[in-house]
């Protein structure tokens, strides 16, 4: 992974466009990476798909994402594919030397924004992120932040705060709180909290009910960074043996 921009460190978190990038060619990739960084984005570049995954935090954290369609262990399509099963909904753009209208089609039925040629340079790339991330925005301000109690959840960053300080939630355990509490007063099964974390049918652990023992892992992580803030958090209860509830 590879980062490059032109403005500070906190000018990152505040206006600079984050760009996300997977580009299979290493000198497409830097020339990627050092054009926009000069035109004021801040680049994050990745050189196979497992890097990116391997990195969700900051996949998440991108106003748009950039992918070739060639790469190493997976395509471009496939890359996407993983990444909406896993909740990144992050804009996509391809950005590729193929020029089918038949991968173009394909591309926007996976779910990209944008099929941009390779040719077309840095100077129209630019502009069109620009567009793309703008749009996505408007869009995201538009989602209201959940409050329950002492609980504020961010949907947009995923971070949830308790009482005032940050959970430090993962994507998935802030993915489990958010939807015990939007089933709140009902309770959540153990299946529908692991689709979250997985995808619906996928069984993990031994037998059939295996995934259960996964679930309480991750609520028993959940519960413990809540009591770290708050020794009194009791928010999270066991309902019967079907699952949780938030209360």
């Keep these: 992974m590879a980062r490059h921009t032109l403005t500070s460190r906190d000018n990152w978190r505040g206006n600079a466009i984050r760009v996300v990038a997977v580009e299979g060619n290493g000198l497409f990739r830097e020339l990627l990476s ?3 960084g000069m035109q004021g984005f801040d680049v994050t570049v990745f ?3 497992d890097a990116l995954l391997s990195a969700p935090e900051t996949a998440t954290a991108a106003d748009v994402i950039v992918l070739d369609w060639q790469l190493p ?6 890359l996407l594919t993983e990444l ?14 193929r020029l089918l209208v038949a991968d173009e089609l394909q591309a926007f039925a996976r779910g990209a924004v944008d099929f941009i040629d ?3 340079g840095f100077d129209i790339l630019g502009r069109r992120l620009r567009i ?3 749009m996505s925005s408007d869009e995201r301000v538009q989602r209201r932040l959940l ?3 002492k609980l504020l959840l961010n949907p947009v960053e995923c971070r949830a705060a308790w009482d005032g300080a940050d959970v430090e939630l993962t994507i998935t355990e802030f993915r489990m709180v958010e939807l015990l509490v939007a089933y709140s007063p009902q309770h959540v099964t ?3 909290l692991y689709d979250i974390a997985r995808y619906p049918g996928f069984y993990g652990g031994h037998g059939t009910l295996g995934y259960r023992v996964n679930v309480r892992s991750a609520i028993r992580r959940i519960r413990t960074k809540f009591t770290r803030i708050d020794p009194t958090f009791s928010q999270i209860s066991n309902y019967q043996s079907l699952g949780y509830v938030w209360r």
Excluded: C, M, N, W
């Design 190 to 192: 153990y299946r529908e």
């Design 147 to 149: 409050r329950s109690g």
């Design 47 to 49: 050189a196979t798909a």
């Design 73 to 78: 262990e997976h395509t471009g399509p496939e």
């Design 132 to 134: 793309i991330a703008q």
């Design 34 to 36: 050092t054009e926009l």
């Design 118 to 120: 390779k040719a077309r």
């Design 84 to 97: 909406r099963r896993r909740g990144i909904d992050r804009p996509v753009v391809f950005v590729t030397g």
